[in-house]
C-alpha cells in the first residue's frame, strides 16, 4: 500500500506507524518489532454480489466447514496474543455473517484494530449505528465504475446506488469510510469522473488497487490496462493527490509497489531534495512483504501468504495457533517470501529498485509464466529505469 499523499506532500496518517520502519525495526514476522502482521480475514464465502475479478471466488452460499464462532473467538485471541496490529474483516461480504458484530466487538475488546472491506450495499443506518458502536476503526467500500459500468462488474443491477448510499450513510453516521477502486481496462477511462465523486461527497479516503490475477480474477489476465495506461493512471493519481494536499483526504495506490518508484523517479526530475525524502520512506516500507508483515485467513482457518496467494496453504488456525504458523519457515513459499531476493527471477532480480519494492507481487508472476519467482508482469518501469540489461 503506497500513500501517494504521504510521499508527495508529506502528509500525515494513521498507517504511517505500520508502512515506515527502519530497518532495525522490522522482523520476519510481523509489521514491527514486538508486533505480528496485518492479518486480512475472509470471514465467510457468501456474498450477495458476483465481481469479476474476485480473488475469493465468492457466490451467495456460505462456504461449507467455515470457522464457528467459538472457533473464532479462539482465533481471535490467537491473534491478539501474537500482537496483531489490524484485522481486517473480508470475505465474500463480511456482513453476510450473523455473528459479524460479536466477532467485531470481541477483536476491539483485545486491542486489535479493526477495519471491514465490504461492497457496501448492505451499510443501512442501522448497520451503521452497529459500526460505530463496536468502535470499528474504518469501512473501505467498493466502487469499480460509475453506475452501469459498476454494476456489470459487480454482477448486480442497482450495486453502485447501493454502495454509494453505503458511503453516504457512513460518512453520515461518522465513521471513517474510504472508497476502493480496481483499476482494470473497462473502468481506466472513469478515474477522473471517480475523482470528481470523491471531491462532490467528500469522501476522505481513497484506494486505487491493481489487478491481481488469482480467483476469477484470473479470468481478467487480458482485462488489465496496459503498462502506458498505468503510468497515465498514475500520473492524475499524483496530480489528484497534489491538488488535494491540506484537505485532510488521503490517496492511495495499493497492489503494485512500482508506483512508489514511478513517484520517486517523477519527483526527482524537478525536486532531488524531494525525491530523497520519498526515497528513504519507500526503503523504510520494504516494498511488498507478504508472508512476514500482511498475511490471510480464510473461511476454513486456512492460512496463506496474502489474500492472493491462496493457492499456498501454511496451516490451518483450528489445529495450531496463528503465531506458531507463520513463524513456521518450513513450508518453501514462507521461508523464501522472508528473504526472496536471491530466488527472484528477470527484471524484478535485476532491478536497481529491488530494496524498495521487493520484488512486487509473486501471484501475478505465477499467474502469467506458472512461476512463483518470475518477473511480475504489472512492472510498468522500463528497462531503462530498472537498469536491466540482457547481461544482468
Not at 93 to 120: C, H, M, Q
Amino acid at each position: 500500500m503506497i500513500s501517494v499523499s504521504k510521499l508527495l506532500c508529506g502528509e500525515k496518517f494513521f498507517g504511517d506507524s505500520l508502512r515506515y520502519q527502519n530497518d532495525a525495526s522490522r522482523q520476519r514476522h510481523g509489521t514491527t518489532t514486538g508486533w505480528g502482521p496485518v492479518v486480512v480475514w475472509n470471514m465467510t464465502r457468501a456474498c450477495n454480489l458476483k465481481c469479476l475479478h474476485c480473488y475469493a471466488s465468492a457466490d451467495e452460499q456460505a462456504g461449507t466447514g467455515e470457522m464457528t464462532t467459538a472457533e473464532a473467538l479462539r482465533f481471535i485471541d490467537d491473534l491478539a496474543a501474537f500482537n496483531v496490529p489490524v484485522l481486517l474483516l473480508s470475505g465474500g461480504e463480511p456482513l453476510l455473517r450473523e455473528d459479524f458484530f460479536t466477532l467485531a466487538a470481541y477483536a476491539r475488546s483485545k486491542g486489535i484494530r479493526v477495519t471491514i472491506s465490504t461492497n457496501g450495499t448492505l451499510i443501512t443506518p442501522d448497520v451503521a449505528a452497529q459500526i460505530k458502536k463496536n468502535d470499528i476503526n474504518y469501512v473501505g467500500i467498493s466502487l469499480d465504475g460509475i453506475g452501469s459500468d459498476n454494476d456489470r462488474f459487480r454482477g448486480c443491477r442497482g450495486a453502485f446506488a447501493a454502495a454509494l448510499s453505503g458511503i453516504r450513510t457512513c460518512l453520515s453516521a461518522g465513521i471513517r469510510v474510504g472508497l476502493r477502486f480496481t483499476i482494470n481496462r473497462h473502468n481506466y477511462d472513469q478515474l477522473p469522473e471517480i475523482f470528481r465523486l470523491i471531491k462532490e461527497e467528500n469522501i476522505p479516503r481513497v484506494c486505487f488497487y491493481h489487478l491481481v490475477y488469482s480467483g476469477r480474477g484470473r479470468k481478467m489476465l487480458n482485462e488489465d490496462v496496459s503498462h502506458a495506461e498505468t503510468r497515465e493512471a498514475l500520473d492524475l493519481i499524483m496530480e489528484k493527490a497534489r491538488e488535494y494536499s491540506g484537505d485532510g483526504r488521503e490517496i492511495l495506490t495499493v497492489d503494485n509497489h512500482a508506483d512508489g518508484i514511478y513517484i520517486y523517479l517523477a519527483v526527482r526530475r524537478s525536486d532531488p531534495s524531494k525525491a530523497e525524502q520519498i526515497r528513504q520512506l519507500l526503503l523504510m516500507n520494504g516494498g511488498n512483504r507478504s508472508g512476514i508483515a500482511i498475511g490471510a485467513v480464510d473461511w476454513h482457518g486456512d492460512v496463506h501468504p496474502d489474500q492472493f496467494t491462496r493457492n499456498y496453504v501454511l496451516g490451518n488456525v483450528r489445529e495450531r495457533r496463528f503465531g506458531d504458523i507463520w513463524q513456521d519457515e518450513g513450508h518453501p513459499i514462507m521461508r523464501g517470501l522472508k528473504n526472496r531476493k536471491p530466488l527472484l527471477k528477470g527484471r524484478c532480480a535485476a532491478c536497481r529498485w529491488l530494496d524498495m519494492c521487493n520484488g512486487n507481487f509473486r501471484a501475478r508472476a505465477e499467474a502469467v509464466y506458472g512461476d512463483f519467482w518470475a518477473p511480475d508482469p504489472a512492472c510498468y518501469l522500463t528497462d531503462e529505469e530498472i537498469g536491466f540489461t540482457e547481461d544482468r
